[in-house]
């Protein structure tokens, strides 16, 4: 039985990609959802990963969810967090629940899940935490003020954390994927994505959710247990902390 991980947001977009990115890596894959049943059923149906439904802005959902996971696949030694929603406004038209709904799931979610794993990892003096943080969290992008200032926070976090953990045995690294070629981004106007958002990108192109899946399971892996409070930057060029 290998390594158990768990991959929030991990059954659509970058997150299914790192799930089975995991699973052939040898991990035992659990992979959580906030809604879309039938797309978890169907990520199921095709792999093999278990996936479980819950809320990362609620701590008490992520308490209870993560206590399934471990009774049905063991301790979590590797957490992914992947779940990310948007509401892009621009700031002057930008609700207190447009600004709250961002946060909640893109900040405190990583407080939510990454809380209850913890002590367990610190008395097993070892674990993995890649938090999925974004390009638009280094740089800032217009429209998204709060999913920006929620994404360079888990840079804070993933920082701070990761002085904590690493004389228990835990790394805590981020990753900062770039434009991706998503069903969420490709389903932006073809003319926009090679007109203004493709030109920016020095590679000239999208990145896969694979590319991001193969970091994920490089900083999981033990050949990378030097590496804590790290952001690696996968964007093709587009920028450069």
Not at 175 to 204: F, H, S, W
């Amino acid at each position: 039985m290998g390594k158990v991980a768990l991959v929030t947001g991990g059954s659509r977009g970058i997150g299914a990609a790192i799930s089975k990115a995991l699973k052939e890596a040898g991990y035992e894959v659990a992979a959580n959802y906030a809604g879309n049943e039938d797309a978890a059923r169907a990520f199921t149906a095709e792999t093999g990963i278990k996936t479980y439904k819950w809320s990362v802005a609620d701590y008490e959902s992520c308490e209870a969810g993560i206590k399934q996971v471990e009774a049905d696949l063991g301790p979590v030694e590797v957490l992914v967090n992947n779940a990310g929603i948007t509401r892009d406004s621009m700031f002057h038209k930008m609700t207190p629940t447009q600004w709250k709904e961002v946060i909640d799931t893109n900040l405190s979610g990583l407080f939510n899940m990454t809380h209850p794993v913890w002590s367990g990892m610190r008395d097993r003096k070892y674990g993995r935490i890649i938090n999925i943080s974004s390009i638009n969290g280094q740089k800032g992008q217009a429209g998204q003020a709060n999913y920006s200032a929620a994404k360079a926070g888990d840079l804070g976090f993933t920082k701070a954390l990761a002085q904590e953990g690493a004389r228990a045995g835990i790394t805590v690294n981020a990753i900062c994927p770039g434009y991706i070629g998503t069903e969420m981004v490709r389903a932006i106007d073809e003319k926009v994505l090679n007109e203004r958002i493709i030109p920016q990108i020095p590679v000239g192109r999208l990145g896969e959710p694979e590319e991001i899946a193969r970091c994920v399971v490089f900083l999981a892996s033990e050949e990378a247990g030097f590496i804590t409070g790290a952001t690696l930057s996968a964007n093709g060029g587009q920028f450069f902390a």
